[in-house]
Nanobody, 123 residues
């Protein structure tokens, strides 16, 4: 089992920046990747969208955030970060950290999620 705790959300004006952090703890570290998902207001849990994931040297981003968001990981601290720059109103929502498995070019999220970090981007 893995517990995930996100932090760093908040209210920011459009064009601003935020940095999200997530720390993993527990006993099951068999995953080989970590990711961030975005749940927009009014969307359901199964409509969360993958924002970014990192697995070893492999990093990928959703099209909507490429060039604006950066993901990186501190393996020693079991943490993953998401730097969000040039924020837009459509980035508003809850951001969830997740563990997963990257294989054959696809990131497969596992069922464990954190409580989420609320991000509100105002105009």
């Amino acid at each position: 089992q893995v517990d995930l705790v996100e932090s760093g959300g908040g209210l920011v004006q459009a064009g601003g920046s935020l940095r999200l952090s997530c720390v993993a703890s527990g006993s099951d570290f068999s995953f080989n990747g970590m990711g961030w998902y975005h749940q927009a207001p009014g969307k359901k849990r199964d409509e969360r969208e993958l924002v970014a994931f990192i697995s070893g040297a492999t990093i990928d981003y959703g099209d909507a955030v490429k060039g604006r968001f950066t993901i990186w990981k501190d393996n020693a601290k079991m943490m993953v970060f998401l730097q969000m720059n040039s924020l837009k109103r459509e980035d508003t929502g809850v951001y969830y950290c997740n563990t997963g498995d990257y294989r054959e070019g696809i990131y497969f999220p596992r069922a464990t999620w954190g409580q989420g970090a609320q991000v509100i981007v105002s105009s």
